[in-house]
Nanobody, 129 residues
Framework: QVQLVESGGGLVQAGGSLRLSCTAS????????MGWFRQAPGREREFVAA????????DYADSVKGRFTISRDNAKNTMYLQQNSLKPEDTAVYYC??????????????????????WGQGTQVTVSS
């Protein structure tokens, strides 16, 4: 079992920045890929970004590419999402998730929320216009 806890959400004006963190505990000895997803009121949960255990080739949704940066520090069992140039449409609850990193699987596998085994409770990001 892996437990995930997000932090860093809050209220920010459009154009501002936030840095979300996701800290893992429990069976962190295994190799996990991790992702960020978000869900706005009345909308389905959507993919934001994902990163493999190695940290190579992070993957982003088109809507956040160039504004958000995903990273991880395996020594600290922590993943980050640096959010810059925030827009009101980025307002959502942001969730981190983890799943076993299987090398032969493509990035598309890690874009699907249904493939993730472990989820955090979420952190609210609100961007005012």
């Amino acid at each position: 079992q892996v437990q995930l806890v997000e932090s860093g959400g809050g209220l920010v004006q459009a154009g501002g920045s936030l840095r979300l963190s996701c800290t893992a505990s429990g069976r962190t000895d295994r190799s996990y890929a991790m992702g960020w997803f978000r869900q706005a009121p009345g909308r389905e949960r959507e993919f934001v970004a994902a990163i493999r255990r190695s940290g190579d080739t992070p993957d982003y949704a088109d809507s956040v590419k160039g504004r958000f940066t995903i990273s991880r520090d395996n020594a600290k069992n922590t993943m980050y999402l640096q959010q810059n140039s925030l827009k009101p449409e980025d307002t959502a609850v942001y969730y981190c998730a983890a799943v076993e990193d299987i090398k032969y699987l493509s990035s598309s596998y890690y874009r699907r929320s249904s493939n993730y085994n472990y989820w955090g409770q979420g952190t609210q990001v609100t961007v005012s216009s």
